[in-house]
């Protein structure tokens, strides 16, 4: 069974500063997509990596996937109060049709 | 931009009454899904559908579970005997190839309560 788990679960600080978001895998993943959800609504697509060590960055989010594909990183740069909500990374084997999805890391960035 | 949108918002039934939810995916999109998440809980793989046929599915998709494409346009999920542990926000996806090739894009989700 794959699984994919996030860390932190809960992460809260001032507006200004940086954050790193962690997805962690034992599983290799053909693909690594991050969504944001807000309350009441579906998963938003942010990016999909897919290549063994790809950076893409979106304004100041930085997103990683690690060079054996069983891990991703999301960082953001001085982070803004409209960056609060629910960050979740998902991942798909190859050939597989579902998305495995993590715990998800619920953000606040207090001004 | 084109989107996947699901009908009811929400939907409150009995224990035992059937319950069908319904989603229009994004038009050019031949993969279709169904996810659901449990309050507080992940978003957890219900179910795949390609070509008019289940591709893959979950152990929670069981025989109390069925999905159709009536028409060119919609997808269903049917629960047939709806029980307490259904309750739950059953989004519906879709994407133009599989999801290990491919971003999914949710629709707003369908929020299920039984009673």
């Known amino acids: 069974t794959q699984l994919l788990e996030q860390s932190p679960q809960f992460l809260s600080i001032q507006e200004g500063e940086n954050l790193t978001v962690y997805c962690n895998s034992s599983s290799v993943f053909s693909s690594l997509q991050w969504y944001r959800q807000e309350p009441g609504e579906g998963p938003v697509l942010l990016v999909t990596v897919v290549t063994g060590g790809e950076v893409k960055k979106l304004k100041r989010l930085t997103f990683q996937f690690g060079d054996a594909r069983k891990d991703s990183s999301l960082h953001i740069t001085a982070a803004q109060p409209g960056d609060t909500g629910l960050y979740l990374c998902?991942?798909?084997?190859?050939?597989?049709?579902?998305?495995?999805f993590g715990q998800g890391t619920r953000l606040t960035i207090n001004p | 931009e084109p989107e996947v949108t699901q009908t009811p918002s929400h939907q409150v039934t009995q224990m035992g009454q059937e319950v069908i939810l319904r989603c229009v995916p994004i038009s050019n999109h031949l993969y279709f899904y169904w996810y659901r998440q449990i309050l507080g809980q992940k978003v957890e793989f219900l179910v795949s559908f390609y070509n008019n046929e289940i591709s893959e599915k979950s152990e929670i998709f069981d025989d109390q579970f069925s999905v159709e494409r009536p028409d060119g346009s919609n997808f269903t999920l049917k629960i047939r005997s709806t029980k307490l542990e259904d309750s739950a926000m059953y989004f519906c996806?879709?994407?133009?190839?599989?999801?290990?090739?491919?971003?999914?894009?949710f629709g707003n989700g369908t929020r299920l309560t039984v009673t």
């Open positions: 998902a991942g798909a084997a190859t050939g597989a049709q579902k998305l495995v």
């Open positions: 996806a879709s994407s133009v190839q599989g999801a290990y090739n491919s971003p999914l894009h």
